[in-house]
C-alpha cells in the first residue's frame, strides 16, 4: 500500500497512465490537472484528488514481440557490434526488456512500453523465467537438489527455484525456472557447485514462450498472449 502523497509523475506510473518519464512528459506538456488545476512537475498528490489527464494528451501505440536472440548478439545499448537493434530491423522503435548475455540464446521481450520494464524487472514482483541449461561435467540428482534448493555464490545465496532434467534420462541438460535475474546467474551458481555452463537457452518469460522462432527472428506478442501477460504485469484489468 502507497503512503500519500505521493509525486504526481509516480501517480500517473501507477495508475498506469505512463512511465514516470511519459508522465512527465504529459505533465511539461499541459495534459495533466489536479482538482482543476493544471499540474506542474513535482507536485505531490493525495489519495483522494482528482487526477485526470485531458483527452487531447498523444495516446502511444504500445507493441510487443517475442525475440529470439543468437549467441555472441548483444542487448546491451552501449555495445556497438552485434547489438539487438543493430541487427534486427523492427518496424518501431522499440528496446529489450532486461539482459540476456552474450553467451546465451533465447527469448527477449521487445517493446517501446517503459511500463513493461517497471513490472518485469522491479524487484517487488515475482514473475517467472524458464532456461534449458546443458553443462559439462554431466551432473547428478544432488546437483539438481542443491540447485533448486538455494546456492551461494559471490555473498549471495539464490532463492530456492524449479529444476529438473530436460528428460527423464538427461545427464547433462537440465530445465530451471527463476524468479530474480541476477547478472550470469545460472552461470555462477553452476560454478559454485563445479560444472560449467556449454549451452544456455531461455525459452519462456512469463506466460511468452519462445515456441519455434528461428534465431534472429521475432513474432508479434497480441491478442489472449498479450492480454495475460500485461494482466500479470497489473497494466490491464
Not at 13 to 35: C, E, H, Q
Not at 74 to 93: A, G, H, Q, R, Y
Not at 137 to 154: I, Q, R, T, Y
Not at 200 to 219: A, C, T
Amino acid at each position: 500500500m502507497e503512503e500519500y502523497p505521493i509525486r504526481i509523475n509516480k501517480y500517473l506510473a501507477l495508475k498506469n497512465y505512463a512511465t514516470r518519464k511519459g508522465a512527465d512528459d504529459l505533465i511539461k506538456k499541459g495534459y495533466v490537472f489536479i482538482n482543476g488545476r493544471k499540474a506542474v512537475l513535482g507536485d505531490q498528490v493525495y489519495r483522494d484528488e482528482d487526477v485526470t489527464v485531458s483527452g487531447k494528451a498523444p495516446k502511444k501505440d504500445y507493441v510487443y514481440y517475442a525475440y529470439n536472440k543468437a549467441v555472441g548478439v548483444s542487448t546491451n545499448p552501449e555495445v556497438k557490434s552485434k547489438d539487438i537493434l543493430m541487427i534486427t530491423k523492427f518496424k518501431e522503435k522499440v528496446f529489450p526488456i532486461g539482459r540476456l548475455d552474450k553467451d546465451s540464446r533465447g527469448l527477449i521481450i521487445m517493446t517501446n512500453d517503459g511500463r513493461v520494464t517497471d513490472r518485469l524487472l522491479a524487484p517487488q514482483y515475482v514473475h517467472e523465467k524458464e532456461y534449458v541449461v546443458k553443462v559439462e561435467p554431466n551432473f547428478s540428482d544432488k546437483f539438481l537438489e542443491l540447485m533448486a534448493g538455494g546456492v551461494h555464490f559471490d555473498k549471495f545465496i539464490s532463492k530456492k527455484c524449479k529444476v529438473w532434467r530436460h528428460t527423464s534420462k538427461s545427464k547433462d541438460t537440465f530445465n530451471i525456472i527463476l524468479t530474480e535475474g541476477k547478472k550470469r546467474q545460472i552461470r555462477r551458481m553452476c560454478e559454485a557447485l563445479h560444472h560449467s555452463v556449454v549451452n544456455l537457452k531461455r525459452i519462456r518469460i512469463m506466460n511468452v514462450e519462445l515456441g519455434n522462432i528461428n534465431e534472429g527472428e521475432y513474432r508479434a506478442i497480441n491478442g489472449a498472449e498479450l492480454d495475460t501477460l500485461l494482466k500479470s504485469l497489473q497494466l490491464r484489468s
